[in-house]
């Protein structure tokens, strides 16, 4: 199993949207709508933001949204703000009961 | 709501074993029908899945660190712990005890507690 891709940094003004890519195989994003996204500042631990590629947990802004594409996953934010400045990871299943995490993408807000 | 909090030594010599435990608190780990896991993060790296185990004992690990990783769970405690085994310098890391929801997605994460290797 390879990491997932992740491009390293992104960054947006207040209020503008970003998009994070997460870029895998057949294996593993392109076979199951199992995606989920991790939002972590730092010295905390991470928290989970899309669960099954789409979905928000309870407490989760609606400015966040996941999709699909192939073996590409994406996160949204929207409205940028200052307190989404934070690491960002995607996780997928990858079959037999594994996950494999994405390499991480720092968000900076500009 | 389950909370999550590892514990264990923070300092472990090379070719030793780590051995960390998580403690579950707000339920019973055999009345959940969660699977029960273990995430690492060297510093300044990305994350790691480990491995997840169920209450029965049934447990799934990484395919990159399974010949030396073992999962176990002690429901009579309400908790679950990780040994690694021959540890190196790149096994430093936070180490993070989560709920694996369905297999699918981690979602709570105790706090992490961060384990160095070095003579």
């Known amino acids: 199993q390879s990491a997932l891709t992740q491009p390293a940094s992104v960054s947006g003004s207040p209020g503008q949207s970003i998009t994070i890519s997460c870029t895998g195989t057949?294996?593993?994003?392109?076979?199951?709508?199992?995606v989920s996204w991790y939002q972590q500042h730092p010295g905390k631990a991470p928290k989970l933001m899309i669960y099954e590629g789409i979905y928000r947990p309870s407490g989760v802004s609606n400015r966040f949204s996941g999709s699909k594409s192939g073996n590409t996953a994406s996160l949204t934010i929207s409205g940028l703000q200052a307190e989404d400045e934070a690491d960002y990871y995607c996780c997928s299943y990858a079959g037999s009961s594994t996950k494999v995490f994405g390499t991480g993408t720092k968000v900076t807000v500009l | 709501q389950l909370q999550l909090q590892e514990s264990g030594p923070g300092l472990v010599k090379p070719s030793e074993t780590l051995s960390l435990s998580c403690t579950v608190s707000?339920?019973?780990?055999?009345?959940?029908?969660?699977?029960w896991g273990w995430i690492r993060q060297p510093p300044g790296k990305g994350l790691e899945w480990i491995g997840s185990?169920?209450?029965?004992?049934?447990?799934y690990n990484s395919p990159s660190l399974k010949s030396r990783v073992t999962i176990s769970v002690d429901t009579s405690k309400n908790h679950f712990s990780l040994r690694l085994s021959s540890v190196t310098a790149a096994d430093t890391a936070v180490y993070y005890c989560?709920?694996?929801?369905?297999?699918?997605?981690?979602?709570?994460w105790g706090q992490g507690t961060l384990v160095t290797v070095s003579p």
């Open positions: 057949s294996s593993d994003v392109g076979s199951y709508n199992l």
């Open positions: 185990i169920y209450y029965t004992g049934s447990a």
């Open positions: 707000g339920g019973s780990i055999s009345g959940s029908s969660y699977y």
């Open positions: 989560v709920i694996d929801f369905n297999l699918y997605w981690f979602d709570p």
